[in-house]
């Protein structure tokens, strides 16, 4: 019996390690989105345009739309936003969420950097990110034309991102195609997006 006593910090040591071991090959991009294929939680926030306006769900496009969560304290954040931009200007709909923010930095980040978004809210509580399930920014949520949340991406929005990730799935809802695209349990993109 005393000699199992010897060997029992060797046991837990090797399972510790074992754990850690498992944790560090873990990709954190690729955890899964509680809200994946659900709607987009209801809510009413003003916008940065018009923060004496506030907006909710009934202003979201009845399109095919990215819900891309920013902040000006994110250097990520203006890393993706020319990508953004140019996604806008190739008629691409984006719905912003300006995350635990100052307005005024916000406004003149926009006014500066051009702004892509149909709207941005004011997230300034963090709130609207909480039952999204953000983990931090910048995030972006593909969502179809009923407003249900098809895809989640974490870290920044780039051609790599868009190309291989994305765009697929953006296409087949705007095609109308999504199940034919679901149903090709093959596809890189549908698997990315779960």
């Not at 990215?66 to 250097?75: E, F, I, R, S």
């Not at 912003?96 to 005024?104: F, L, P, S």
Request: hydrophobic fraction near 45%; glycine fraction near 8%; include cysteine.
């Amino acid at each position: 019996m005393g000699r199992l006593k010897l060997f029992l910090p060797l046991f837990i040591f090797g399972m510790l390690a074992l754990l850690f071991w498992r944790g560090l090959s873990l990709d954190p991009r690729d955890m899964p989105s509680a809200l994946l294929n659900k709607p987009v939680p209801s809510f009413t926030l003003p916008t940065l345009a018009d923060p004496d306006k506030p907006v909710g769900n009934e202003a979201l496009p009845g399109e095919p739309y990215l819900l891309n969560v920013w902040a000006t304290w994110c250097p990520t954040c203006k890393a993706e936003h020319a990508y953004l931009n140019s996604l806008a200007e190739q008629g691409v709909k984006i719905v912003g969420i300006n995350y635990k923010d100052e307005t005024v930095k916000a406004q003149r980040w926009l006014q500066e950097l051009d702004d892509p978004y149909v709207f941005s809210v004011i997230d300034a509580e963090g709130r609207l990110g909480i039952d999204l399930g953000v983990f931090g920014a910048p995030e972006t949520y593909l969502v179809d034309r009923s407003g249900v949340i098809r895809c989640k991406h974490i870290g920044d929005v780039n051609d790599r991102v868009w190309t291989q990730k994305l765009a697929p799935v953006y296409e087949a809802l705007v095609a109308g195609t999504l199940e034919a695209l679901n149903n090709a349990a093959s596809n890189p993109a549908v698997q990315h997006c779960r």
